[in-house]
């Protein structure tokens, strides 16, 4: 069945560098939307990155070049690389990926997984998460 397991996150200084990891079981990533989203306290949840079956990727607003989201296809695995955190960066980091059922009522067209959208409700099967702490 459909799984995602995060990992990577943990607890860093302004200005450092951390790389998360999101292992699929269940699909192929490399015929998919994958995503990470975050959601800290009191916050809405963001979109972080977008990865696309052809490798077309999208960020948030906030990211600013700072972040990179790649995939190893082979080994079925989503990264995150994000670089010069900031302590608004804080939150628990989410993997998930998209189903044509969910993206098609999401966004009202066709699947076309080189194009994946921003909005979470896309996104049906989603990971535990993974927390990044950045301190002052």
């Known amino acids: 069945e459909v799984q995602l397991v995060e990992s990577g996150g943990g607890s860093v200084q302004a200005g450092g560098s951390l790389t998360l990891s999101c292992a699929a079981s269940?699909?192929?990533?490399?015929?998919?939307?994958m995503a990470w989203f975050r959601q800290a306290p009191g916050r809405e949840r963001e979109g972080v990155a977008l990865l696309g079956a052809s490798g077309h990727t999208n960020y948030g607003d906030f990211v600013h070049g700072r972040f990179i989201v790649s995939k190893d296809n082979a080994k079925n695995t989503l990264f995150l690389q994000m670089n010069d955190l900031s302590p608004i960066d804080t939150a628990m980091y989410y993997c998930?990926?998209?189903?044509?059922?969910?993206?098609?009522?999401?966004?009202?067209?066709?699947?076309?997984?080189?194009?994946?959208?921003?909005?979470?409700?896309?996104?049906?099967?989603w990971g535990q998460g993974t927390l990044v702490t950045v301190s002052p």
């Open positions: 998930a990926t998209a189903t044509r059922r969910a993206y098609c009522a999401a966004v009202s067209r066709w699947w076309n997984a080189g194009d994946c959208p921003r909005r979470d409700d896309a996104y049906a099967f």
């Open positions: 269940g699909f192929a990533v490399a015929g998919t939307c």
